[in-house]
């Protein structure tokens, strides 16, 4: 339907989070009318990100490689033993805007379907599981708390009770976050006051 390379381009926008079809067809037009100055800094960026930027080795969150852990991990004034696992950055960041919670973070870096096992190997859960059991091998203290914050949809309720159901044989207290949050929502969109809500009443 379109050159090659058009349709090339095109089926590398589809592959993002959220993009369709038509915006992907959207996204390339664009960048064929684009000045060639603009696109050659796009894709200079896109090389800088790659190279310059990596995951925090104990929460998996995105740093500077030469920083090697990131911020938050490093802040000694957090309450270092309640660890909050969400499912993007994102979903770590809106939680952050809301200041109502002071622990520290573990990033699954996706979600898992009752219909598609082959997610269960995508998200990081045998690095959570060392993370919980070896907690001290950062410099962290030992963790009493897991708040499982997925987000309100299928996918998320599904990765809750997935998680559930393989850290109930460790010794740590699990919750999960409270009913403030509307079944469909996602961390990424909900309001402070919401997210403020649903950490307050986490069970």
Do not use: W
Request: proline share 3%; net charge positive.
């Amino acid at each position: 339907m379109y050159p090659s390379p058009l349709e090339k381009i095109i089926r590398h926008f589809s592959k993002l989070p959220s993009v369709g079809p038509r915006a992907a067809t959207r996204f390339a037009f664009h960048c064929l009318s684009a000045p060639k100055e603009e696109i050659d800094s796009f894709a200079d960026t896109l090389k800088e990100m790659k190279k310059n930027v990596t995951l925090c080795k104990i929460c998996f969150r995105s740093i500077l490689k030469e920083e090697g852990v990131c911020k938050i991990c490093k802040d000694k004034k957090r309450k270092r033993d309640t660890l909050c696992v969400v499912e993007k950055e994102t979903d770590l960041l809106s939680i952050e805007k809301t200041s109502a919670y002071q622990g520290i973070y573990f990033v699954l870096g996706g979600t898992v379907s009752p219909l598609r096992k082959k997610d269960f190997k995508k998200i990081r859960t045998e690095e959570l599981k060392e993370r919980i059991k070896n907690n001290n091998k950062f410099g962290l203290p030992k963790i009493k708390e897991i708040i499982i914050a997925t987000n309100q949809t299928t996918e998320g309720e599904a990765t809750a009770l997935y998680l559930m159901r393989i850290l109930e044989k460790l010794d740590v207290k699990k919750t999960r976050l409270g009913r403030g949050l509307s079944t469909g929502s996602e961390l990424e969109y909900a309001d402070e006051e919401t997210l403020i809500s649903a950490l307050k009443g986490r069970k």
